[in-house]
């Protein structure tokens, strides 16, 4: 590797402006039961003006799982879930009921199948 291409890398790399615990408030939990399997629908939409992180968040989350959604705005998961959070209390994204114990094995497999399709989208 010559020094510009590892020069090049630093310049496209974006520096985080905000750090993630203030886009939460320094929460970390949420009480909403929020799976990472979990999908999600969006309900409506949060016209605030801008490009905020829950604007981002709101744009991607439809038909996807928490974790597809961390991935593709690329934010932690654990800042995710707290933002998707107040996102349901506020009734702007709903979240699908995910496995359970009695879940049946078509069910199993359509989140498998979900699952993989989500990962090889990135």
């Avoid at 520096?15 to 039961?33: E, F, N």
């Avoid at 974790?67 to 994204?93: C, H, N, Q, W």
């Amino acid at each position: 590797m010559s020094s510009d291409d590892n020069h090049e890398d630093v310049e496209t790399r974006a520096p985080r402006l905000v750090r993630s615990y203030t886009l939460t408030a320094g929460r970390t939990k949420t009480d909403v039961d929020l799976p990472v399997e979990a999908t999600l629908r969006r309900q409506g939409f949060d016209d605030e003006g801008g490009e905020t992180p829950r604007q981002r968040i709101l744009r991607v989350c439809d038909s996807k799982s928490v974790a597809e959604v961390s991935a593709l705005v690329k934010m932690p998961i654990g800042v995710v879930r707290v933002l998707l959070g107040d996102l349901v209390e506020e009734g702007l994204v709903r979240v699908q009921a995910t496995l359970t114990d009695s879940s049946s094995t078509d069910e199993r497999r359509d989140l498998i199948e979900r699952t993989l399709r989500g990962l090889r989208a990135l």
